[in-house]
């Protein structure tokens, strides 16, 4: 049996981390190669989440969990994450560097377990998953993954607040998935710094291709979402349509309100802070979603308060 208290420790420092070198972090020197690379490695928490002995739920909740569109997704993403991540591992020569990808890349195999194990015990039907193939490009895979999760980790902190806040998901749930969402915080935090670490580290004449290489990745990142958008299956879908949008379309479902798109981005914003806000200030945040939300938000009325 494990120690209660063991368990609570190591749950408080996968969520606060600080370097133990002096001064500012230089953006691609070795001190910002360590400092990233450690915080990935020293706030990993080997108990959670972990398979759990599911709860029973009611017949009510577990249809609210059966309805949510997004688990073939969710599973076949994290099962194309942990790949494309251990992939791009092997070519690292870096010591540390590649000790913190490939734990980046276990993290992520645990996320599908917990995910797989999950829909199996509630009874949620899943599209076979397909093969997951080796990338050709692992550079190329490993960006996809990190900017997708930039992305998709911002409106899912939002979400997940609101499930937790009005009681959609029950509290076993929501104690499982909790560290799920703060181990993809500690994944974009330590991604974002490894951008700007390897471009500082590419020769001069190489960092023009590599920026061209990130702008194509957010081009791909944006077709693939606005195509998501168009519609999501066809004649052959299952019942459940699965959405790769939901994390930006789901408040309603999860929250049992109707917020507006104003309403929600204030929680985004409000969750991704706070997420973070216990890592090394003088590490690099991801700032392209959060600055066009704000941009966004700046034209958007402010929300109507709720009525009591």
Avoid at 268 to 295: F, H, I, K
Wanted: hydrophobic share 45%.
């Amino acid at each position: 049996m494990l120690d209660d208290a063991v368990v609570a420790q190591a749950d408080r420092t996968a969520r606060r981390w600080s370097s133990e070198d002096a001064g500012p972090i230089v953006p691609g020197s070795e001190t910002h190669k360590r400092a990233f690379c450690r915080m990935l490695l020293e706030t990993h928490n080997r108990f959670k989440p972990s398979v759990i002995d599911w709860p029973e739920l009611d017949p009510e909740a577990r249809e609210r969990l059966l309805s949510l569109p997004i688990w073939d997704i969710a599973v076949q993403t994290e099962g194309k994450a942990r790949l494309r991540v251990l992939s791009y591992a092997e070519g690292i020569a870096d010591p540390l560097l590649r000790q913190a990808i490939e734990l980046d890349g276990f993290e992520e195999g645990r996320h599908k377990e917990v995910l797989a194990n999950l829909v199996a015990a509630y009874g949620i039907r899943l599209a076979p998953e397909p093969p997951y193939l080796r990338p050709r490009d692992p550079e190329w895979a490993f960006m996809v993954t990190g900017f997708s999760e930039c992305i998709d980790s911002f409106f899912a902190f939002g979400l997940f607040a609101l499930a937790k806040r009005s009681g959609f998901f029950p509290a076993a749930l929501v104690d499982t998935f909790e560290p799920v969402m703060q181990e993809e915080g500690r994944h974009i935090l330590f991604f974002v710094n490894w951008v700007a670490w390897h471009r500082r580290n590419l020769p001069m004449w190489r960092r023009p291709w590599f920026a061209l290489r990130v702008a194509a990745v957010w081009v791909f990142l944006v077709w693939e979402r606005i195509g998501i958008a168009r519609g999501i299956g066809g004649a052959d879908s299952a019942a459940t349509p699965q959405d790769n949008n939901f994390t930006m379309t789901g408040s309603k479902a999860v929250g049992a309100v109707d917020l507006s798109a104003a309403a929600l981005i204030d929680v985004c914003l409000a969750e991704n802070a706070r997420r973070l806000a216990g890592y090394d200030p003088r590490l690099l945040r991801p700032a392209l979603v959060p600055r066009l939300m704000r941009l966004l938000r700046r034209f958007m009325r402010a929300p109507r308060p709720a009525v009591p």
